[in-house]
């Protein structure tokens, strides 16, 4: 399926939103391009199911997904590279984790995950769980999360919103504190950050999908 081409014959959508305070974003010193992480999630192939579960195939496939159903949807916004936003983004081995704890039962391959979520969960509650990964503003860079311990985001989800949870001082990790406490939350990838740097989407890659309610 020729996602790119699929994706970016889609309409824009401004999203607006502000992010809590005591978050600083560093000034930019250039103005920033306007390159989609959609572009950049489809543009070396990747969005199609492989073997490779710290890639991210099940969150692109999820976006096509929704799109298809809900034309209208604001996940759309992941797709216009003018709209500002930072997104944290699960790998594969995330939903494949998320499911395990919807089902208990593994499942061994990526379209596998993607197909039993969309059975489990249905197309709007997917749409929830995207918008809840997008911090419109900003963007947002890991230095600058890295300084922002305690701050609350608010999300592309209407009234939903995450907290920084800075642990560590030699060697921190930024964890994401979501709606759902009965489960580990997410913790930012160190060597997935600034993904699209330059530009007005930023994503960070995350270990665990962030949770809207609590599972």
């Given at each position: ?64 997904g929704v ?135 930023v994503a ?12």
């Amino acid at each position: 399926m020729k996602l790119r081409t699929t994706l970016t014959k889609l309409a824009a959508v401004i999203f607006t939103g502000a992010l809590a305070t005591g978050l600083a974003v560093a000034p930019a010193q250039a103005a920033p391009g306007e390159q989609s992480l959609a572009a950049v999630l489809t543009a070396d192939g990747n969005g199609t199911f492989d073997q490779n579960w710290y890639d991210y195939d099940i969150v692109t496939q999820a976006v096509l997904g929704v799109l298809a159903a809900k034309p209208d949807s604001n996940v759309k916004l992941l797709t216009d590279g003018s709209v500002a936003l930072t997104a944290f983004i699960p790998n594969d081995r995330a939903f494949r984790l998320l499911a395990h704890d919807l089902t208990h039962k593994w499942y061994s391959t990526e379209k596998g995950v993607f197909d039993k979520l969309v059975a489990k969960l249905g197309i709007d509650a997917i749409e929830n769980v995207l918008l809840y990964h997008v911090v419109p503003g900003g963007p947002i860079l890991a230095k600058d999360a890295l300084q922002a311990d305690g701050a609350k985001l608010a999300t592309g989800l209407p009234g939903a919103s995450i907290t920084v949870d800075v642990r560590g001082k030699n060697v921190p990790v930024i964890v994401l504190v979501d709606r759902d406490r009965n489960d580990a939350n997410p913790r930012v990838n160190p060597w997935q950050t600034d993904i699209n740097d330059g530009n007005q989407q930023v994503a960070h890659g995350i270990t665990r999908v962030l949770r809207p309610i609590n599972l």
